[in-house]
């Protein structure tokens, strides 16, 4: 039997391993990146009466969550930029054997040329002033024949994550196997893990951990780290008690299967006066995955990106009833329609980026998935 919703233990306290459901739920749907706030303080009031919300937030949603001119707002998604179900059964733990004989997606030649142009353009927009630090991403397009849970399983194989999670919402399916926190909420606590740094594994024990060393020290990754640390630092004190934000934890190494990466820990104290609605619109999209200025940056981004980004880079939530809430920043995801699938790759530049280096960044990323 295969489950409708499967999210990685990093989404609740209450459970050790993957937990989910093997049925749908009432489905919620927004078309309009204007309508999302509307809809997620509907989930939010279900939330309150009981029910537990899985949702997949779009990252073109940002456009009307962050209040931007309307010249800007214009770009939408072709999808629904929010998808939810609504549960008023509690989820289980589904105790999953991920040993299963699939074949990774074929993915399309990247192209090279046209990450390129885009490299240059924000490097302009850098040097000019109007951002410091700008998350560019592309999409990959493949196919594969294999059932969606099925990829899953092998993806999970793949890449073992904190924040990973499959949602399956019928005509089109979530595959994520993110390891970055975009907010949890516990009670009254927040707390935010952004992502910034990344270097390849090595199978060489004495190797990899000199690369890990070496990430650790480069001035400019902590430079790049530090930059969506006070982003987001901000961010969680328009929400927060007064002198609440404090950074626990900074440079901190996250080893994965094909990558180390490096992650920063920000928390804070909720005020009490902050809906979840107005919470999610001061944070989101996550500042790690558009840049800083955050506004500027995401300007920038849809104007130099040729296509949505959809699910990636938005967010997979878990919304319970005891008002505890954990967002995952979608990273590492493939939406899959049919025998189509897409993964989104990027990495954060900045003045000193290097096109080859970025360029190899961004592949790295996709090997969990089979890029070349």
Same mark, same amino acid.
């Given at each position: 039997?295969?489950?409708?919703?499967?999210?990685?233990?990093?989404?609740?306290?209450?459970?050790?391993?993957?937990?989910?459901?093997?049925?749908?739920?009432?489905? /919620?749907?927004?078309?309009?990146?204007?309508?999302?706030?509307?809809?997620?303080?509907? /989930?939010?009031?279900?939330?309150?009466?009981?029910?537990?919300?899985?949702?997949? /937030?779009?990252?073109?949603?940002?456009?009307?969550?962050?209040?931007?001119?309307?010249?800007?707002?214009?770009?939408?998604?072709?999808?629904?930029?929010?998808?939810?179900?609504?549960?008023?059964?509690?989820? %289980?733990?589904?105790?999953?054997?991920?040993?299963?004989?699939?074949?990774?997606?074929?993915?399309?030649?990247?192209?090279?040329?046209?990450?390129?142009?885009?490299?240059?353009?924000?490097?302009?927009?850098?040097?000019?002033?109007?951002?410091?630090?700008?998350?560019?991403?592309?999409?990959?397009?493949?196919?594969?024949?294999?059932?969606?849970?099925?990829?899953?399983?092998?993806?999970?194989?793949?890449?073992?994550?904190?924040?990973? +999670?499959?949602?399956?919402?019928?005509?089109? %399916?979530? /595959? #994520? !196997?993110?390891?970055?926190?975009?907010?949890?909420?516990?009670?009254?606590?927040?707390?935010?893990?952004?992502?910034? +740094?990344?270097?390849?594994?090595?199978?060489?024990?004495?190797?990899? %951990? %000199?690369?890990?060393?070496?990430?650790?020290?480069?001035?400019?990754?902590?430079?790049?780290?530090?930059?969506?640390?006070?982003?987001?630092?901000?961010?969680?004190?328009?929400?927060?008690?007064?002198?609440?934000?404090?950074?626990?934890?900074?440079?901190?190494?996250?080893?994965?299967?094909?990558?180390?990466?490096?992650?920063?820990?920000?928390? #804070?104290?909720? !005020?009490?006066?902050?809906?979840?609605?107005?919470?999610?619109?001061?944070?989101?999209?996550?500042?790690?995955?558009?840049?800083?200025?955050?506004?500027?940056?995401?300007?920038?981004?849809?104007?130099?990106?040729?296509?949505?980004?959809?699910?990636?880079?938005?967010?997979?939530?878990?919304?319970?009833? #005891?008002?505890?809430?954990?967002?995952?920043?979608?990273?590492?995801?493939?939406?899959? !329609?049919?025998?189509?699938?897409?993964? +989104?790759?990027?990495?954060?530049?900045?003045?000193?980026?290097?096109?080859?280096?970025?360029?190899?960044?961004?592949?790295?990323?996709?090997?969990?998935?089979?890029?070349?």
């Amino acid at each position: 039997m295969r489950p409708v919703v499967c999210l990685d233990r990093g989404f609740s306290s209450e459970f050790e391993t993957e937990f989910g459901w093997y049925s749908k739920g009432s489905v /919620l749907t927004v078309s309009s990146a204007h309508e999302v706030s509307d809809g997620f303080a509907h /989930l939010a009031a279900e939330a309150r009466a009981g029910a537990w919300i899985v949702l997949a /937030l779009n990252y073109e949603a940002g456009f009307a969550l962050m209040d931007l001119p309307h010249h800007v707002a214009q770009r939408s998604s072709s999808q629904c930029d929010l998808k939810a179900y609504i549960y008023h059964e509690p989820p %289980q733990a589904l105790n999953l054997n991920h040993s299963v004989t699939t074949r990774l997606p074929h993915w399309e030649t990247p192209d090279f040329e046209a990450y390129e142009c885009a490299f240059r353009a924000v490097q302009d927009a850098i040097v000019d002033g109007v951002c410091y630090q700008v998350n560019q991403t592309f999409r990959l397009h493949g196919t594969s024949k294999e059932a969606p849970w099925d990829l899953y399983q092998l993806l999970a194989n793949n890449q073992p994550a904190d924040f990973g +999670g499959f949602i399956d919402f019928g005509h089109d %399916q979530v /595959l #994520s !196997r993110s390891p970055e926190l975009f907010l949890e909420r516990r009670g009254q606590h927040l707390r935010s893990e952004p992502m910034k +740094g990344t270097a390849r594994r090595d199978p060489n024990p004495i190797i990899d %951990q %000199q690369i890990l060393d070496d990430l650790l020290a480069d001035a400019k990754m902590q430079a790049e780290n530090l930059m969506i640390v006070d982003l987001i630092r901000n961010d969680l004190s328009r929400v927060s008690e007064p002198h609440s934000v404090r950074v626990s934890r900074l440079f901190e190494p996250r080893t994965l299967s094909s990558v180390h990466q490096v992650s920063s820990v920000i928390e #804070s104290t909720l !005020r009490s006066d902050v809906d979840p609605c107005a919470l999610i619109k001061a944070l989101f999209p996550c500042g790690s995955v558009v840049g800083a200025p955050k506004a500027k940056a995401f300007e920038l981004i849809q104007i130099l990106e040729s296509d949505a980004r959809g699910i990636y880079t938005g967010s997979l939530g878990l919304m319970e009833p #005891s008002g505890d809430m954990t967002f995952s920043v979608a990273i590492r995801t493939i939406e899959q !329609r049919g025998e189509q699938v897409v993964l +989104g790759l990027g990495s954060g530049l900045v003045a000193d980026s290097e096109l080859k280096d970025e360029w190899a960044e961004c592949l790295l990323k996709g090997r969990f998935a089979g890029v070349a």
